[in-house]
Nanobody, 124 residues
Framework: QVQLVESGGGLVQAGGSLRLSCTAS????????MGWFRQAPGKEREFVAG????????YYADSVKGRFTISRDNAKNTVYLQMNSLKPEDTALYYC?????????????????WGQGTQVTVSS
């Protein structure tokens, strides 16, 4: 089993930045692809960004390209999501997730473990 814990969420004004972290226990992350998703009230959980086990490949939803950056530090067993130029429509509960197979997955059903989420609220 693996436990994923997100942190770094908060309230920020439009145009501001936040960095989310996802730390794992129970399993080393270095062998697995990871992803970030978000879910706004009344909406489906949607893919935000993903990263390969090595960090050599990253992929993003169109809505965040050029503003968000996913990265990882395998020595710290942690994955990050740097979010810049935040918009009110980025407001959501943000989740990190682990993909055991490493499929460059963008669908939530392809991820095997999830954190509890961290709230990001962007005010206009």
């Amino acid at each position: 089993q693996v436990q994923l814990v997100e942190s770094g969420g908060g309230l920020v004004q439009a145009g501001g930045s936040l960095r989310l972290s996802c730390t794992a226990s129970g399993r080393t992350l270095s062998r697995y692809a990871m992803g970030w998703f978000r879910q706004a009230p009344g909406k489906e959980r949607e893919f935000v960004a993903g990263i390969s086990w090595s960090g050599g490949s990253t992929y993003y939803a169109d809505s965040v390209k050029g503003r968000f950056t996913i990265s990882r530090d395998n020595a710290k067993n942690t994955v990050y999501l740097q979010m810049n130029s935040l918009k009110p429509e980025d407001t959501a509960l943000y989740y990190c997730a682990l993909d055991l197979i490493g499929r460059r997955a963008v669908n939530k059903g392809e991820y095997d473990f999830w954190g509890q989420g961290t709230q990001v609220t962007v005010s206009s």
